[in-house]
């Protein structure tokens, strides 16, 4: 096992790719902190499987978007966990109109949770990381950031500053022991798409060299590796994994 002693908190786990990087990172030893706003039995149900393991899980409930509320969480994850080692900025959301029928508010969301999340969560936790001169941050991004998408002005602009705001943190924090890497999605299957419609799926699966969207696992077992020693030397990257769509 590659994370035997280490801790990590996995923000959005409740499901999809967050509960698949969750149990990936405590299949590898890691003890993780589940984080989510709403979704308390999803996060439960990850938080019983990492037990299961042998590992130690731990709910950690914030709104990412929210600054005070994502301090608190990591004054609690840091009081029952000591240090936290990993820290994987995964959740996420998406509000997809085209421009002119987009109005400030879902811009704003998708912003505050997407980017302002990254900031939010990373700004809390990153003091202790440089006092223990150790610390993988993965955060995860998308395709749709690296090549825009029609009715995705908001979401494309948030995973676009992730990706730059993940190759500056690396510049920072590459003398501290502390790497920062992006990992790119193209489409996994989760709940996120479950709304694509048929003709539009098929249309993007014409697009996709693999011809078929990724999974959750898939692209767990990318941050998995990227914060073992496995990845000690590559920092801010930004891994793609997205069947061939982009390249
Ligand atoms: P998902 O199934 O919709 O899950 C989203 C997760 O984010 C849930 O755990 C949700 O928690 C959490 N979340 C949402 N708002 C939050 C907030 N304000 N504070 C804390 N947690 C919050 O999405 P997914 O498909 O797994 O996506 C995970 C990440 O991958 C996202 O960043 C997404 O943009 C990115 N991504 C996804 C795809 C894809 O095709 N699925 C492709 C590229 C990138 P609750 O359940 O409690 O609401």
């Known amino acids: 096992m590659k994370l035997q002693g280490r801790t990590a908190l996995v923000t959005g786990a409740s499901r999809g790719i967050g509960r698949a990087i969750a149990l990936a990172l405590a299949a590898e030893g890691a003890d993780v902190a589940v984080n989510y706003v709403s979704s308390e039995p999803g996060a439960r149900d990850v938080v019983e499987n990492i037990t299961k393991m042998g590992r130690r899980g731990i709910l950690a409930r914030a709104d990412v978007s929210d600054y005070p509320d994502t301090f608190r969480m990591a004054q609690d994850v840091l009081a029952a966990f000591g240090h936290l080692d990993i820290l994987v900025n995964n959740a996420g959301v998406n509000s997809d109109k085209t421009f002119v029928k987009m109005d400030h508010a879902s811009w704003r969301k998708v912003v505050a949770v997407n ?12 003091d202790q990381m440089l006092k223990q001169n150790w610390g993988r941050v993965v955060n995860i991004t998308s395709v749709i950031g690296q090549i825009g998408n029609f009715g995705q002005a908001n979401y494309a602009a948030s995973k676009a500053g992730v990706a730059a705001f993940t190759k500056s943190l690396a510049k920072e924090l590459a003398g501290k022991g502390i790497t920062v890497n992006a990992v790119a999605p193209g489409f996994v299957e989760t709940e996120m798409v479950s709304g694509i419609p048929e003709k539009v799926r098929n249309r993007l699966l014409e697009q996709i060299p693999l011809r078929r969207f990724g999974t959750p696992e898939e692209v767990a077992r990318a941050v998995a590796y990227l914060v073992s020693s496995d990845g000690d030397y590559i920092t801010g990257a930004e891994v793609s994994i997205n069947g061939g769509l982009l390249m």
């Open 115 to 126: 980017l302002d999340g990254v900031f939010n969560c990373t700004k809390v936790f990153v």
